[in-house]
């Protein structure tokens, strides 16, 4: 700010002739839509005349404030909230400058004042306002020459470097300047005089002005770009397909920041003050989130004490004591990408109030002694720190952490073959394939390479009758057309190379493949090869995004606040927690794409976004490089895997009714679900002619109707053809069946993917016997798949232990750091609005997989040893309701609920409280006759079964009343109200909370979740109506079952140290069985014990052997009644089955 050197005889002389009248009209502001008229009436000419009339001695000067800026800015309506208050200064005056005095008037003519805010906006002549500076020499508030550098964001971006404020990493593309503008565009990235950015990036306008900022996006994320604008109504970006940069123009290009969806803007009041606000980013999906009166919603945060220093250095080194700026919250650091200059908070009036108190006494602790006027700097401070308390005995939710599988896809298919050609180990040494001894491809470039090479080697082979190449001829054809199908442009099921949806595996075998199967050639040659994979297809549907979606919408109503419209407005429940960062969410997939667009679409529902999948998947959710905590492997089978398969494989292979001995080997663990299976089956070969000969008759059905002219160009669901769909079913039963006339057990999972497909999303063909063929390939599924995760205890926690040990780390590490991280995202004190605990926040953390993650941190869960079921009857029941459920159906969560009593000591086992929740995902396609009876949703226990009284039940908590808790007695009891029911459009899912009689004696009520399809029954028959695309249906998803309501945080986490650190044995077991691919040293970096998980931060995670199993399933559970349960006893949580007790 610049001090004023007018003399006071001079100022009093012409203060008290020509302070005008004015008033603060009603003009629309850009973004506030109804101003409020405001007359602001200053003592009049006349009442200061007969003042100094009556008392000449008395007379004291006036401070006059003027206001110099374009009159949409000056008459807003904060502008007016202002200076309303600003004029409550005894001493204080305001003129507001016309904006044709502005704009028409030489400065000599402009009105005088003592300070002047004037700040620049379109239309604004800066250089005028300048000029009357050096002419008047006022008192600024905000310096005018430093705002032409905030009208260009190189200068902007320049001076934040110089104060050392961190920036995302930038390169600025000079076109005015052709010596220093380089600019190299790849499919994936951008290079800027030398500097690379990988997509995701961002291109910004130099010119602070234009607000039109794109960003980019990957391939593997879909590619395009949001384009994001000055908010025009409810939109302020919008999503295109276009993925190549601007030619023209000057830009700067900066490193995407993954904010989870929301900016923060910080306004300054001087260097010590900072209002701070979050709303959703524009770039999300490009709908402005507007509250009744047509303003955009924003919620008031607190900022960390490093974001203060930020505030105060932006505001110094830019001289504007008003002052906006953007910060990104990213991987646990603060960057700052853009800063506004002027600018004030759009509707808040404690902002107000603080913004007038602290602009005035700063004018008159300037002012006030050059004009004599009697003024005391006040005693209280400007900006009072309020600390944030915890009250109540209610219980607060502290850590939601769910794992989910994907949702519905279409079928996976996949080709196996042995290579030894130069060009596929050229092309493993070229992506560095040695490193690990294992190779994705997934980007267009690599495997428009691969298909360059089955080109070639197939020229030869037509060339050469005895040539050398040892590619089989019938495989390098399947593989040419797989990806020839996938370059195409048109848009089949499979797409072109959008790189979400096929891959291409190769896996380096020191001595040959072991053996050989169904797939290869019976002759094997010694010496090196590679193991090529071909996976195509398991493409996430239309179906699976709206069960994604609604489950995300559902999923709310486990939060506070969060139940009736469960979908409702963006200030209730979750969607308030999450805005004002009291919610710690993060969003973790593998790299599959369908896992990746399940979570996408969740976030979706969850936070009630709009618009494409592909920006909400680039800025909510993690992928990359995590190190094995989501993916793995499923074509290395650790030792024990092989030998279950082999096991496996021999007992299906009898062709004799299954003996009293077959069950015990099959079903050592007595699980209903495997035994009802089994009965069904009796004869597994029989069983097999039978699949066999129906597959043939569909085949042969589909190639009729490829004859028949009028069905020819048919268009299936989601665009397959009927070429594609016999291309399927004619590898399966070339697959199936083997050359010495057994059966490929392996293939049972992809049948039943395939008919399941069908059986809901192309009932319209109306095929015969596709019923029997569903029913008897989902009995052998229902054997094949679970059991390929371990027949025997011993076996399920070994195998378990490979896949999930990660994930088991990395969810101890969530519970631990819960309770221990009181230092981030805290809600503003003033804004808090009824919340009980506005200091403290909820953890969230979702983790999308396969199924192989799910079959095995379930199987840990069943038969780790967690809970003892002799002397916990709720475990007991819930081991049986899990051995009821014969598959995990797509959308399956396991989800973990933390609370806390914040009465309790924290050392007392009742300070925390943990449950588990279980949902078997999709319904099935067939009757829900045989279903198996759950508990319900937090069911009521046998000890609080008398509590009536209910004072948690989540059903009460409305928009804005106090986000309540739990009481604090042992178990939880839930009581509900009438369902809730709603119908959204056709196909979506419902959410229904309806009240169920109890089995027990005592009367007890239940929450129940019920997503059901509005088509009211999922059989499989032709479905009349509107479906996804005319032909298909969105199955409904299971509610989630209640497994525990009352473990202790020490219990569960005994358990998750016990279980990871007995891990060790089968890591060893696992090096060893792969000890023959690579050399040890591959090994060692491939599987090491302490790699840090690099995704967050410092969540750290360890990383197991990769491996994964993934095939398709179907749920069995049902609508139940709570039944009583009790807690454990504190002497027997642990004391069950040890880890590697075998079944």
Known sequence: MSGSSDGPEDKQEWRHKDIPRFVVGCEEDEEDDDMDQVEIDMKSDNSREEDMEEDDDSLRGQIVVGICSMMKKSKSKPMTQILERLCKFEYIDVVIFSEEVIL??????????????????????????????????????????MQYFIQDRREVYRILKEEFIELPRYAVLNRDHPEECNLVEGEDHVEVNGEVFPKPFVEKPVCAEDHNVY?????????????????????????????????????????????????????????DYAHAEARK????????????????????????????????????????????????????????????????????????????????????????????????????????????????????????????????????????????????????????????GKLKLKKPKQLQEVLDIARQLLVELGQHTDCE?????????????????????????????????????????????????????????????LL????????????????????????????????????????????????????????????????????????????????????????????????????????????????????????????????????????????????????????????????????????????????????????LYHSETLELMLQRWSKLERDFRMKNGRYDISKIPDIYDCIKYDSQHNASLSLEDTMELFRLSRALADIVIPQEYGISKAEKLDIAQAYCVPLMKKIQLDLKRTHEDEAVNKLHPQYSRGVMSPGRHVRTRLYFTSESHVHSLLNMFRYGGLLNEENDQQWKQAMEYLSAVNELNYMTQIVIMLYEDNNKDLTSDERFHVEFHFSPGVKGCDDEENVPLGFGFRPASSENEDKKTNQGSLECLSEDQTDRALLVSDPINIQRKS?????????????????????????????????????????????????????????????????????????????????????????????????????????????????????????????????????????????????????????????????????
Request: hydrophobic share 30%; proline share 6%.
């Open 979 to 1143: 369902p809730v029911i709603r119908n959204r459009k056709t196909g979506s899912m419902e959410v229904l909370s309806e009240t169920t009689p109890n089995h027990s004696s005592k009367g007890g009520t239940s929450q129940r979740f019920l997503q059901s399809c509005s088509r009211q029954s999922p059989e499989i028959k032709p479905t009349g109506g509107l479906g996804f695309e005319g032909c298909s249906m969105v199955p409904s998803i299971y509610p989630l079952e209640t497994l525990h309501n009352s473990l202790s945080l020490r219990q569960v986490e005994e358990f998750l140290s016990r279980v990871c650190e007995s891990s060790s044995e089968a890591h060893v077991k696992t090096m060893k069985a792969l000890s023959g691919l690579f050399d040890s040293q591959s090994q060692s970096s491939l599987y090491s014990m302490h790699h840090p998980l690099s995704t967050s931060g410092s969540e750290a995670s360890l990383r197991p052997p990769s491996q994964t199993v993934c095939h398709g399933s179907v749920p069995s559970s049902t609508v139940s009644s709570a039944g009583p349960s009790s807690p454990p006893s504190p002497n027997t949580e642990t004391s069950g089955q040890n880890f590697g007790v075998s079944g």
């Open 532 to 715: 090529l994979i071909l996976k195509w297809g398991g493409e996430l549907t239309p179906a699976g995004r709206v069960q994604a979606e609604e489950l995300g919408r559902a999923f709310r109503c486990m939060y506070p606040g969060g139940q009736g419209d469960f979908a409702g407005f963006p200030g209730c429940g979750l969607l308030r927690l999450h805005s004002t960062y009291r919610h710690d969410l993060k969003i973790y997939a593998s790299d599959e794409g369908r896992v990746q667009m399940t979570a996408a679409a969740f976030a979706k529902g969850l936070l009630a976004l709009e618009g494409e999948l592909t920006p909400i998947l680039v800025q909510m959710v993690k992928s990359a490089n995590m190190n094995g905590l989501l993916d793995s492997d499923s074509d290395s089978l650790t030792d024990c895997q092989q030998k279950v398969k082999a096991r496996l494989h021999e007992i299906m292979q009898k062709d004799q009714e299954f003996m009293q001995e077959d069950y015990h080997k099959l079903a050592p663990t007595g699980s209903p679900s495997l035994v009802n299976s089994m009965n069904i089956i009796e004869n597994p070969v029989k069983t097999c002619d039978k699949v066999y000969t129906l597959i043939q008759s569909l085949t042969s059905q589909i190639r009729k109707r490829l004859e028949d002219p009028k069905s020819a160009d048919l268009q």
């Open 281 to 436: 980013s524009p770039a999300l999906d490009g709908k402005v989130e507007r509250d009744s009166e047509g303003k955009e919603i924003r919620y008031p945060v607190m900022l960390t004490a490093f974001e203060k220093l930020v505030a105060r250095k932006v505001c110094l080194a830019f001289k504007q004591t008003v002052c906006g700026f953007d910060l990104l919250r990213a991987n646990g650091h603060s960057f700052v990408c853009d800063v506004n200059g002027f600018s004030f908070v759009k509707s808040s009036m404690k902002y107000y109030d603080d913004c007038a108190k602290i602009l005035g006494n700063m004018i008159m602790r300037e002012l006030a002694p050059k004009y004599s006027i009697p003024w005391s700097i006040p005693i209280e401070d400007e900006d009072i720190p309020i600390v944030p308390t915890t009250s109540g005995t209610m219980m607060e939710l502290r850590c939601v952490i769910a794992i989910i599988r994907h949702g519905d896809r279409t079928p996976k298919q996949k080709m196996k073959m042995e290579v030894r050609h130069h060009l596929f180990f050229e092309l493993f040494d070229k992506y560095g394939g040695y490193k690990t």
């Open 215 to 271: 960003i980019y996006y990957p391939t593997s994320a879909g590619g395009g770009s949001q384009r994001l604008f000055r908010k025009i109504g409810s939109r302020s970006s919008v999503y295109s397909p276009e993925s190549s940069v601007r030619q023209t123009g000057s830009y700067i290009y900066e490193e995407f920041m993954p904010t989870d969806g929301t900016d923060v803007k910080v306004y300054t009041v001087g260097p």
């Open 104 to 145: 028409e008037e030489p400065v000599e003519k402009w009105p005088h004042c003592d300070c002047l805010i004037s700040f620049h906006s379109r239309g604004f002549p800066l250089d005028k306002a300048v000029e009357y500076a050096k002419l008047r020499n006022p008192l600024l508030i905000n310096d005018l020459n």
């Open 469 to 529: 190449i040892e590619e089989k001829k019938s495989k390098l054809e399947q593989l040419k057309t797989v990806l020839e199908m996938e370059s195409s442009l048109n848009d089949t099921q499979y797409g072109h190379f959008s790189g979400i949806n096929r891959k291409v595996q190769l896996t380096y075998m020191r001595k040959g493949k072991p053996k050989t199967s169904s797939e290869e050639e019976d002759c094997k040659k010694d010496g090196p090869s």
